[in-house]
């Protein structure tokens, strides 16, 4: 049998397979924990990798489901005439959405509570083809008109408001303007939403463009115009388009621009990362070496007797190479697929430890609802390359070592 498999296999790979038959040795052990080894490491970085890509595309889409693709603000002053320039932007190809808008941090009030939240003053016709709140209200009706507003989740319980109680509302140019007193507004809650992110749940509340005007003094007009596109990651080319429209004299923003703080912190710590834990399969990589090492140290005559019979130093050379390819592939398979049954598990494990009282994800330090993940196979392929390439250099020592055996001395060995 073994002989009709070396007619079938090079000869380097069948003797790396038969030196990975298991003899209940300690190199069979050594071979067992190396392979273990890369699985953890590999395993490791599949996780934290998927996590930080999920972190950072359900931050994008709550940003995308919450805030405008585009902001249009004016160059010098406050918008006079955003209708009109609202009608200029809807004619641009793309556009989904547009309404003018009034955003300001008030002082709210209820119950003894108070809370320090942003105020988005929208117009209430509009306001439905630039938000997707109304989609995410779990309490009342999304009802911006008049006195209404509609504030998140986290926010109703800071202050203890229910759908149909007033709360007030102080303006800041009590703060800007201390010689002159402004009273609150009454505003009574109409909705409740829940986005799944602690910053918009407890830090902004809708109502109407004429409650927003009034709490910054505006007679008229707006401070910003958003708007909204079809496809939110070609938001270059449709700023541009919207800039066109609307002329010098205003600016447009996009969402990119907006939070670029968030999305680069989010890139450089998914680099850190990697290189970090990179370090931890680098260590179980050269587990391999050593296996290798201890394989060329015991097999000493054998190879001896190999290169005596006539074969060739990189015959030998290529049997370890392809010893540590092995385990090295094996540890990879297996701590792919360790790594995304975690991943497809990771709901049932926190739940498992939330029943222990260990609280993995508290919403109030991450600002998101759940544990976000994310693997592509193009991510999943490049820590795959990334392993294989360093467990080819790995072998290459122990391997260039067992070449280089001199036959005499090699079966001289005891």
Known sequence: MSGSLSSML??????????????????????????????LGVAILVIVLSVMTGFDNMWRDK?????????????????????????????VEGVTGVAPSVETRVLMQHDGRTAAPIVVGIDPARAESV????????????????????????LALQLGLSVGETVLVYSPRNVMQPDELYLPEELVVSGIFDMGMRDFDSGFILTSLEVGRELVGLDSGAYSIYVMIEDPFLFEDAGS???????????????????SLLFDALSHEKTMMFI??????????FCITNTLIVITVQKTNEIGLLKALGFSSQKIMGAFVWHGWIQCLAGTIAGIGTGLLI????????????????????????GLSEIPWDTSPGEILRIAAFVMIFCTLSSLLPAYRAARLDPVEALRHE
């Open 241 to 259: 388009a919207v800039g066109d429209a609307v002329g010098m004299q205003y600016v447009v923003r996009t969402w990119k621009e907006v939070d």
């Open 131 to 154: 938000s997707r709140i109304p989609g995410k209200i779990i309490v009342g009706d999304f009802d911006v008109e008049g006195e209404k507003t509609v504030i998140g989740v986290d």
């Open 343 to 366: 991943l497809c598990n990771l709901k049932n494990i926190v739940k498992f430890l939330t029943s222990m009282n260990v609280e993995v994800f508290p919403k109030g330090i991450y």
């Open 63 to 91: 940003i995308l489901s919450f805030k405008p693709h585009l902001t249009v603000v004016g160059r010098y002053e406050s918008l006079k005439d955003p209708e009109s320039t609202c009608r200029k932007i809807e004619r």
């Open 276 to 285: 970090l834990l990179v370090f931890i399969t680098i260590v179980a990589i």
């Open 10 to 39: 090079p000869f380097s790979l069948f003797l790396a397979l038969k030196y990975l038959r298991p003899k209940r040795s300690f190199v069979s052990v050594v071979t067992l924990i190396s392979v273990l080894g890369v699985l």
